[in-house]
């Protein structure tokens, strides 16, 4: 039974994760020294950024809801260097690195990446943790209630799917936060109990 249980929710993952994909598209082309940006399907809060190797940020929108957005960068008075554009939406983030250079700029092949964020629902006092971890990465999760007082901190192994319940039934109903930790990388997600 638990295998199949397993079965099932590595399925669901995957639908969600192919839904999560279809929903919007980026597209990166490099035209001389630009970097030439259009997304797709732009849902309301989704983030554009550009990043330098170090992590600072170059640049930085949240956008409303639209067919399409496009937006282009000019390196050329940038220091030569790895830079990211990164969309985030509510479910991933997906990240394209550039290279700039003495001979220009230019897209490092196939290095595109996504990375799904973790999920929280909550149903019948029980939250419930889903994140689906491609990369096997370590997975920090701290609880905290609004006066930031730690209630649970965990650390979870490498697993594929990281699949966590936690009881809420002994504490009192209001606003909650998940914190998380992964591959250097923090998430907040707010979530109510009522």
Known sequence: MKTVMNLCLLA???????????AGKISVAINNSMVNVSLT???K????????????????????????YTKFFNLSNMPDGVYFVET?????VKVT????????????NNSEVTIFKPQVSIRNKFAKVLFNNT??????IK??????????ESTTVEDALVKKTYDF?????????????????????KVSLH
């Open 12 to 22: 669901l993952a995957i639908t969600f994760s192919n839904a999560v994909n279809a």
């Open 41 to 43: 399907k732009v849902t």
């Open 45 to 68: 809060g989704e983030k554009l950024y550009l990043k330098d190797f170090n992590g600072e940020v170059l640049f930085n929108t949240t956008l409303k809801a639209m067919p399409t």
């Open 88 to 92: 985030e939406a509510a479910y991933d």
């Open 97 to 108: 690195p550039i290279l700039k250079n003495q001979k220009g700029v230019s897209l490092i």
């Open 135 to 140: 990369r096997k990465s370590p997975i920090t």
């Open 143 to 152: 609880i905290y209630d609004t006066d930031w007082k730690l209630l649970e």
């Open 169 to 189: 039934s002994k504490v009192p109903e209001g606003e909650y936060i998940f914190y998380f930790n992964i591959r250097n990388r923090e998430y907040v997600q």
